[in-house]
């Protein structure tokens, strides 16, 4: 496709010329994403309400045992939290998650989940306490796949909700993670939420490239760019 500029009479400075070929640029790969196919990676994962399969998961540090099968939180209000090191609002989430855990006790049980192996994630999260001046108490899954594959996404964080009865109730942003929406939780199981959703081109090798995801869906209209790895 041809672009034709129209001839002026005063050149136009090299810097505009370049933004404004950067610009005409940008839009035209907006339109070319838009005419390919474009799958919600969340939609062919457990869906809301739909049981959530009783998998044991290994690698768990900083809990009672290195081992749990997910039914050792029934009755209790269960938020997975997929993170990585490298995933700054993530990592931001921590005293967040801590402090709630703290409120609610017993009734509720985050745990952080990664794919990345604890050699890597351990003296991380040793050093964050450490700039944090406190420990945090959440129960960490390291080298993660089993509960990666049960709620496939790219975009990170991503928190996955089970509540009392084993029941999904919900696919979520950070925004979700509120003291209002866990109380809610706890009262009604079928409390909703506002739902998350990862969506990619279906024509993309997604193992060899980065995207830059704008994560947009606050409903307070925050904005938060994070760099995902797809893996």
Same mark, same amino acid.
């Given at each position: 496709m041809a672009i034709l500029w129209?001839? +002026?009479?005063?050149?136009?400075?090299?810097?505009?010329?370049?933004?404004? +070929? +950067?610009?005409?640029?940008?839009?035209?790969? +907006?339109?070319a994403l838009g005419q390919n196919q474009t799958i919600d990676l969340t939609a062919t994962g457990i869906q809301i309400g739909q049981q959530v399969p009783d998998i044991t998961v290994s690698n768990i540090h900083n809990y009672k045992t290195s081992t749990a099968k997910l039914s050792d939180f029934r009755g209790k209000l269960l938020i997975i939290d997929f993170w990585a090191?490298?995933?700054?609002?993530?990592?931001?989430?921590?005293?967040?998650?801590?402090?709630?855990?703290?409120v609610f006790g017993d009734k509720v049980q985050f745990?952080?989940?990664?794919?990345?192996?604890?050699?890597?994630?351990l003296p991380f999260l040793e050093k964050f306490e450490k700039q944090q001046g406190k420990h945090f108490e959440l129960p960490v899954v390291t080298g993660d796949t089993s509960l990666h594959r049960l709620f496939p996404h790219?975009?990170?964080?991503?928190?996955?909700?089970?509540n009392k009865k084993g029941l999904?109730?919900?696919?979520?942003?950070?925004?979700?993670?509120?003291?209002?929406?866990?109380?809610?939780?706890?009262?009604?199981?079928?409390?909703?939420?506002?739902?998350?959703?990862?969506?990619?081109r279906a024509d993309v090798d997604l193992k060899n490239i980065v995207l830059l995801n704008p994560v947009v869906s606050s409903p307070r209209n925050e904005h938060y760019f994070n760099i995902t790895e797809l893996l």
């Open positions: 129209p001839k +002026l009479k005063h050149r136009i400075p090299a810097k505009s010329y370049i933004l404004c +070929l +950067l610009a005409v640029t940008f839009f035209m790969c +907006l339109n090191t490298w995933c700054s609002p993530c990592v931001a989430m921590i005293p967040k998650m801590d402090s709630l855990q703290k745990v952080s989940v990664t794919y990345q192996k604890e050699e890597e994630v790219r975009i990170l964080p991503h928190y996955a909700w089970i999904l109730q919900g696919i979520t942003e950070l925004f979700e993670i509120t003291t209002l929406n866990v109380q809610n939780s706890l009262t009604d199981p079928t409390y909703k939420l506002i739902q998350k959703r990862d969506f990619y």
